[in-house]
């Protein structure tokens, strides 16, 4: 193996690690409430929630497509995407490591992870500008970033050509 599909496996393997923590920490806060005169700050409503917190509360009131939608693209995709691209980096055959590799490229239009942490940042940034409306960002925002970025560095880090060149005709 190069020390770019060196690169890449430790950059896969670290995007799991912050994977993890990213689904499971607290996420947002949003808090709504009310300025009653005399009385001050009324609050309406607070939640804050990880995804996996978020995709449960979205089953158990009902809201079942958009739970699923959230779990297939937040956590399934992603997960099976960097496992598919460890059997790419570690397979022996050549056209198996080819196929599974054009596999997690059409896939990985489908995740929608990039996509999810951009729309709780815009989430973030338009309920700051209201007075009646906070919203704050915690770590299991940052880690999911991270898992984003970092998912993306070892795909395009990833040498398949050298993979091919190492590989025996025999392997095909």
Not at 6 to 23: E, Q
Request: hydrophobic share 55%; aromatic share 12%; glycine share 4%.
């Amino acid at each position: 193996m190069n020390v770019r599909n060196i690169i890449a496996f430790v950059l896969i393997i670290a995007s799991l690690l912050c994977l993890y923590p990213g689904l499971t920490e607290p996420m947002l806060s949003i808090r709504i409430a009310a300025k009653i005169p005399l009385l001050g700050d009324f609050e309406l409503f607070e939640r804050t929630q990880s995804v996996i917190e978020a995709i449960r509360s979205l089953y158990d009131f009902d809201n079942n497509l958009v739970a699923t939608l959230i779990l297939i693209f937040s956590v399934v995709i992603p997960v099976l995407k960097a496992v598919l691209l460890l059997i790419v980096l570690g397979a022996k055959k050549w056209r198996f490591r080819r196929h599974t590799y054009r596999f997690v490229s059409a896939i990985g239009k489908w995740s929608m992870a990039d996509v999810f942490v951009v729309g709780v940042f815009l989430a973030y940034l338009a309920t700051a500008s209201e007075e009646s409306i906070s919203a704050e960002v915690f770590v299991g925002f940052y880690y999911f970033t991270a898992y984003c970025i970092i998912s993306m560095l070892g795909i395009q880090i990833m040498d398949l050509r050298e993979i091919k060149k190492t590989l025996s005709p025999y392997n095909n």
